[in-house]
T-cell receptor, first 119, second 118 residues
Framework: DTGVSQNPRHKITKRGQNVTFRCDPISEHNRLYWYRQTLGQGPEFLTYFQNEAQLEKSRLLSDRFSAERPKGSFSTLEIQRTEQGDSAMYLC?????????????????FGPGTRLTVL | AQKITQTQPGMFVQEKEAVTLDCTYD???????LFWYKQPSSGEMIFLIY??????QNATEGRYSLNFQKARKSANLVISASQLGDSAMYFCAMREVSPGSSASKIIFGSGTRLSIRP
């Protein structure tokens, strides 16, 4: 399977605990995105990387959230001191941007998501 | 600020009928892209179709077509000959591209739940 993969698929944790999610993008993709989706809503952008550089962070990404993409391949999203409001689906997506493509086109391929439940 | 509006929280359609899912958007930038994604109960977001703001023709992908009305800032998705497997959440989304901006995020609407009746 050469799609975007995310682990774990489900995570249940107690309030105050730290959790870490992993995303493996499509291998040749140089951009990686994190989104959060709460029940009944569309995904909301959190942050994105181009290669290993984190280029943009949403104001939704509080100080308790940190994302890394150390070698420009897989990425991790860590939430420290989880709160019940962090319960959501966390989606990862990847895309490939090159100078030869139309600048306005950026198809993002999504992974299956990690569903976090904070008790 | 950019915004995507989907006014239909849910729709029921008879199998084999065509269905139109509404989407309006708001942006001040002249260059942008519009997407539709399908999200079945499994949770994965599936890309359906893309329309660039400068594209002269409406995008089509198999049974999916995008009715792009730029002056009205409307980007409705049309699914022809609906199938039971089309039952899912559908999200309209927009990506902005502006010179000097790092805006590569996609902004999603709140979605429309489509249910196909046999």
């Amino acid at each position: 399977d050469t799609g975007v993969s995310q682990n774990p698929r489900h995570k249940i944790t107690k309030r105050g605990q730290n959790v870490t999610f992993r995303c493996d993008p499509i291998s040749e993709h140089n951009r990686l995105y994190w989104y959060r989706q709460t029940l009944g809503q569309g995904p909301e952008f959190l942050t994105y990387f181009q290669n290993e550089a984190q280029l943009e962070k949403s104001r939704l990404l509080s100080d308790r959230f940190s994302a890394e993409r150390p070698k420009g391949s897989f990425s991790t999203l860590e939430i420290q001191r989880t709160e019940q409001g962090d319960s959501a689906m966390y989606l990862c997506a990847s895309s490939f941007i090159s100078g030869t493509r139309r600048l306005s086109y950026n198809e993002q391929f999504f992974g299956p998501g990690t569903r976090l439940t904070v008790l | 600020a950019q915004k995507i509006t989907q006014t239909q929280p849910g729709m029921f359609v008879q199998e084999k009928e065509a269905v139109t899912l509404d989407c309006t958007y708001d942006t001040s930038d002249p260059s942008y892209g519009l997407f539709w994604y399908k999200q079945p109960s499994s949770g994965e977001m599936i890309f359906l179709i893309y329309q660039g703001s400068y594209d002269q023709q409406n995008a089509t992908e198999g049974r999916y077509s995008l009715n792009f009305q730029k002056a009205r800032k409307s980007a409705n998705l049309v699914i022809s000959a609906s199938q039971l497997g089309d039952s899912a959440m559908y999200f309209c989304a927009m990506r902005e591209v502006s010179p000097g901006s790092s805006a590569s995020k996609i902004i999603f609407g709140s979605g429309t739940r489509l249910s196909i009746r046999p």
